[in-house]
C-alpha cells in the first residue's frame, strides 16, 4: 500500500505566502515525477507544477514566478513553495507521485487526499 500524505494549507491574504508539503510511504520501489493539482469549485482538476526525478520543473502558466516545486528524495516528499497569492489560487490542493512499489509491477499515479488553500481578497 502507498499513502500520500499532505499538509500546509489553510486561510491566507492575498499576497501572502503558504507551503504546502507531502510525504509519500508505505511500498515504494521509486518514485517518478511528482507534482501538484487543483480543482476550483465548479472547475476541473489542473495541473500546478510537477517536478521529475531528475529535477526538471514544469508550472502552469498561472503560477509561473511565484510557486516553486521542490523535491526530497530521501524523503519522498514534495513540497510547494506559493507565494504572492491571489485569490484565484483558491482551491483543493492535491499532490499526485508516479511510484513503482517493486520491480514486479509497472509505476501508477497515486493521489493525496487533498488540502484546501483559500486566499481572501
Known amino acids: 500500500q502507498v499513502q500520500l500524505v499532505e499538509s500546509g494549507g489553510g486561510l491566507v491574504q492575498a499576497g501572502g505566502s503558504l507551503r504546502l508539503s507531502c510525504a509519500a510511504s508505505?511500498?515504494?520501489?521509486?518514485?517518478?515525477?511528482m507534482g501538484w493539482y487543483r480543482q476550483a469549485p465548479g472547475k476541473q482538476r489542473e495541473l500546478v507544477a510537477v517536478?521529475?526525478?531528475?529535477?526538471?520543473?514544469n508550472y502552469a502558466d498561472s503560477v509561473k514566478g511565484r510557486f516553486t516545486i521542490s523535491r526530497a528524495s530521501d524523503k519522498n516528499a514534495v513540497y510547494l513553495q506559493m507565494n504572492s497569492l491571489k485569490p484565484e489560487d483558491t482551491a483543493v490542493y492535491y499532490c499526485?507521485?508516479?511510484?513503482?512499489?517493486?520491480?514486479?509491477?509497472?509505476?501508477?499515479?497515486?493521489w493525496g487526499q487533498g488540502t484546501q488553500v483559500t486566499v481572501s481578497s
Open positions: 508505505g511500498s515504494i520501489f521509486s518514485i517518478n515525477a
Open positions: 517536478i521529475t526525478s531528475g529535477g526538471s520543473t
Open positions: 499526485n507521485a508516479r511510484i513503482r512499489a517493486s520491480t514486479r509491477v509497472a509505476s501508477t499515479d497515486y
